[in-house]
């Protein structure tokens, strides 16, 4: 089976309205957390993708059991610590750093061996940012190297802590949340701004958890061993599958797209807030509140040349999956340079992004200077490639497939991109809404 797609055409102009996969974030989060709530669960809309079928497996092998009836999955919980693993029970997270730490702050309490591993590229990232904070907890955790196989082991004994997140890592602040859950007393957390579904659901399912905040931290404050009910919850659109189209779309010539359903949480929409300041036309329509979540419809057009940007580094962690597509953007529609500054969390990603992403822009005739974690990006408007591009060895990063496929239909050339069924990990119809467009893809 072909395992590449081959891309010589740019996409012809369009004026669509389309729908995006569901939003990743969220589809793992609900599912972990119906896992441990009191009832059956509904969850409607939730994303297909390796990710988050590789978190319903591991729920089912915890003993939580689930069905799917039509487009719903219904998850029957037993409240807190409700799990009933075997003993030395191996858990397999694929690619997904996400499920793969969220899930360990939830085995906290659990008294059976728990085991812990990830395919080749989740293998090398770092696991000491959650392990530190769980053994604060209590908990028993043993890995080599700071990474995958973890293993794990809970206590009875567990004990709220007092923890500063200074990363903005979402993760890591809602690993500490998850794991308060399950541990008496009051948890205090201290965590750089990021992106914040976790405490909006909390305060959906009536979990007590207090935030207050500045402007570069959040303080929270969740109190443990409190039983919550099941609950129905209809996934939205994920902002960081529309960020692809915004970006096909600011690139192709006098196109529009209009992309429905999408949850743009404030915590989400750095790449959109970057891309206004730089010029783009990009406007939300029918703007509402979905149980905390803020949902809309994302209209965007062709813009021409694009204003050069001094980034502020405080949108990193709001736009973190979306980066490489701002740069992108920045190396192909602006005159002049553009900076970005401490990127390195772009490196413990599902590649070394901030590394790829430098080589990719290089590729296409981008200059880019490099000082450690910052970048300078010299914007080459109008950029018509004719040449031949062969994209590979990226550790099968599905968002560097997904940019690469931008990049081949806007700018020209005869484009091999390697690893396209690196998709199905968040966006399994990426390909599909493509050709809808009108791209011709081989």
Not at 355 to 378: P, T
Request: proline letters at 3%.
């Amino acid at each position: 089976m072909q395992k590449h797609i081959c891309i010589d055409k740019k996409i012809p102009p369009y004026n669509k309205i389309i729908q995006v996969s569901s939003d990743k974030s969220l589809s793992i989060r609900t599912v972990l957390l119906a896992s441990q709530a009191v009832g059956i669960s509904k969850i409607s809309n939730l994303l297909e993708s390796e990710d988050v079928l590789n978190t319903l497996k591991t729920i089912k092998k915890l003993g939580i059991n689930y069905k799917k009836k039509k487009n719903c999955y219904e998850i029957y919980g037993f409240g807190l610590n409700g799990f009933n693993p075997k003993n030395n029970t191996v858990i397999n997270a694929g690619n997904s750093g996400t499920l793969g730490r969220l899930i360990l702050s939830l085995l906290i309490k659990t008294d059976k061996k728990i085991k812990l591993i990830g395919d080749k590229s989740l293998s090398k990232r770092d696991f000491s940012r959650v392990v530190k904070p769980l053994r604060l907890f209590g908990a028993n955790i043993k890995s080599k190297n700071n990474c995958l196989p973890v293993k794990i082991q809970g206590t009875e004994f567990l004990r709220p802590i007092n923890y500063v997140e200074n990363i903005g890592s979402a993760q890591i602040k809602t690993a500490c949340c998850f794991a308060a859950l399950n541990t008496p007393g009051t948890t205090f957390i201290r965590a750089k701004k990021s992106r914040n579904h976790t405490e909006l659901l909390f305060k959906y399912l009536k979990i007590p958890i207090k935030v207050k905040s500045n402007k570069e931290f959040d303080l929270i404050e969740v109190k443990g061993l409190q039983q919550y009910n099941a609950f129905n919850y209809s996934i939205p659109g994920d902002i960081s599958s529309s960020a692809f189209f915004i970006v096909l779309t600011l690139l192709s010539k006098n196109s529009e797209i209009t992309i429905q359903n999408v949850n743009i949480n404030k915590s989400r929409i750095g790449l959109i807030i970057i891309l206004k300041i730089m010029g783009a036309k990009i406007t939300f329509k029918n703007k509402r509140i979905y149980k905390g979540e803020t949902t809309a419809d994302i209209f965007v057009k062709s813009s021409k040349i694009l204003k050069p940007i001094n980034c502020p580094s405080s949108l990193n962690s709001f736009a973190i999956d979306e980066l490489l597509l701002v740069f992108l953007v920045v190396g192909t529609k602006t005159k002049g340079i553009s900076t970005f500054k401490k990127l390195g969390e772009l490196n413990k990603k599902e590649s070394p992004r901030l590394n790829i992403a430098i080589k990719f822009l290089r590729m296409i005739g981008i200059k880019v200077l490099r000082n450690k974690d910052d970048i300078k990006i010299y914007g080459k408007p109008n950029l018509d490639l004719k040449r031949n591009f062969h994209v590979k060895n990226f550790l099968k990063d599905h968002r560097i497939f997904m940019m690469s496929c931008i990049a081949a239909l806007t700018l020209g050339g005869n484009w091999k991109i390697n690893d396209k069924d690196s998709i199905n990990t968040s966006f399994p119809k990426f390909l599909n809404v493509l050709k809808n467009l009108g791209a011709n893809i081989k």
